[in-house]
């Protein structure tokens, strides 16, 4: 297969977002016979058409809207890589980017992050967000230094990564005033009550159902949630209870109203960094990891 030409890309690019070849092939400063030929050429080399004629107008076809996705995004790195150069040369920062996993609480994120933006060396933080396989996809092709999760490096997925345990913290129960006041004992209030299970996604919610069945608690389940930060909107609008880690309870109850009704000692919310390479030298890796146990999480257990 030929190697893309950014050229005929460019052109495409233009038609695209001008709407017609006469009007990109002003902003180009070239014919029209110019452009369209090679429009055609790039058509020709992809063995696709990218536009269709509807009346006087052109229109893309479905492969001109997906080659036009990818186009968006590929100039867009290539005006960030020129900003990032740009900047680099006038103050020097040293970049970290970091994916963090949905199911990370925002706050643990914050605490596990913030040592980096302590170093001498000026850091420029660029944090992601999304589902765990997606960011490690990101981490395969170097679009990320890092990512946090709350599991290890799944088996199943054909990505290379190596996963350094920074700790865990035992989780405790937190409920709305109304609902935690004039309550039954721990845990016998959970039974029947309102509560916000963690989504499949989050790596300690098969742990927390276990414990309700050796408790032979039966909590009334309204909602599951992989983004922790929505889980948290429902529980400050007193929606059910919910589980948080210790670590950063009072944060949580600071931020919900939410009191604390039980603790969890033998469930633990476990965080990892997962890295591309075995042994990473990236001055912000090193604070995230060596902060870790001081943020308020203890030793992890070891990986399976």
């Known amino acids: 297969m030929a190697a893309l030409n950014f050229k005929h890309l460019r052109y495409f690019w233009m038609v695209a977002k001008a709407g017609s070849v006469a009007r990109a092939s002003e902003q180009l400063h070239l014919t029209p016979q110019s452009v369209s030929g090679q429009i055609g050429e790039f058509e020709s080399r992809l063995g696709v058409s990218l536009f269709k004629r509807v009346g006087r107008r052109l229109e893309l076809t479905e492969a001109g809207e997906r080659a036009l996705r990818y186009a968006e995004e590929i100039f867009a790195l290539g005006d960030e890589l020129v900003d990032v150069l740009h900047d680099s040369a006038q103050h020097p920062v040293l970049p970290l980017r970091v994916g963090i996993a949905d199911s990370v609480p925002k706050q643990v994120a914050y605490r596990l992050v913030a040592p980096a933006l302590e170093l001498d060396t000026p850091v420029r933080l660029i944090c992601r967000e999304g589902r765990l396989a997606a960011l490690l996809a990101e981490l395969s092709i170097h679009r990320l230094d890092l990512v946090i999760a709350d599991r290890p ?59 309700f069945e050796s408790q032979r608690i039966r909590p009334r389940i309204v909602g599951e949630f992989d983004d922790s930060a929505l889980m948290t909107a429902f529980a400050r609008a007193g929606a059910g209870f919910f ?58 257990r070891p990986i399976p």
Do not use: C
């Not at 633990?268 to 308020?296: C, D, K, M, N, W």
């Open 153 to 211: 490096m799944p088996g199943n997925l054909n990505v290379r990564g190596y996963s350094h345990p920074l700790g865990e913290s035992a989780l405790a129960v937190l409920g709305a005033p109304a609902l935690a006041d004039g309550a039954a004992d721990f845990p016998q209030l959970l039974d029947d009550a309102p509560f916000l299970l963690p989504g499949e996604d989050v790596g300690v919610r098969a742990s927390l159902l276990k414990w």
């Open 243 to 300: 589980a948080v880690p210790e670590a950063v309870m009072r944060d949580v109850m600071e931020q919900t109203g939410a009191r604390p009704v039980g603790r969890l000692p033998e469930v633990a919310e476990q965080l990892y960094a997962i890295t591309a390479e075995r042994r990473s030298t990236h001055p912000g890796i090193v604070a995230i990891r060596a902060a870790a146990a001081s943020a308020g999480f203890g030793p992890a």
